[in-house]
């Protein structure tokens, strides 16, 4: 190709008479590029986040303090009530136990009939009577000394 198709100019000797053709800016110049960080200031900040979390857990602290205020509340109306049925439970128990060291001394009476010398109901073992069930539990059963 000769210098006439490429740059459409008639005439050229030399490389060195081409004008050169270069791009440039157009007119006005090329908007400014923004390189800075420019973050938008939007949403709450660390302090309101901090604030919002430091109040969650105040009011977390107040609801677990008053759950176990109900709790202690309720474990004391049970143990009320508890203390308030011993009475009774321990007369039916009593009676229970009447009947039931009733009914063994007139086996024990029809059992020992026929040995001489028996008394029914006396304690074989030289020791005191304690109540049933207490012998299984040491920390109530009374001190024999």
């Known amino acids: ?3 006439f198709t490429v740059r459409g100019l008639k005439g050229m000797k030399s490389v060195l008479d081409m004008p ?3 791009d440039g ?3 006005g110049g090329y908007p400014s590029v923004r390189y800075a960080r420019r973050i938008p200031n939007t949403g709450p900040t660390g302090i309101a986040f901090f604030g919002a979390y430091l109040g969650a ?3 977390g602290f107040y609801q677990i303090g008053q759950g176990n205020a109900e709790r202690r509340g309720l474990k004391e109306e049970k143990l009320m009530a508890r203390a308030i049925l011993i009475p009774f439970l321990q007369a039916e128990e ?3 136990y009447v009947a039931a060291k009733a009914r063994d001394d007139k ?3 029809h059992i020992m009939r026929n040995v001489p010398g028996w008394e029914v109901g006396k304690n ?3 020791t005191c009577w ?3 069930g207490l012998s299984t539990r040491p920390g109530l059963a009374p001190q024999v000394i």
């Open 57 to 59: 857990m105040v009011y």
């Open 1 to 3: 190709m000769t210098e």
């Open 20 to 22: 050169v053709v270069q």
């Open 25 to 27: 800016p157009p007119p």
């Open 107 to 109: 086996w024990e009476a």
């Open 124 to 126: 074989v073992y030289n």
């Open 130 to 132: 304690m109540p049933p």
């Open 94 to 96: 009593d009676r229970r």
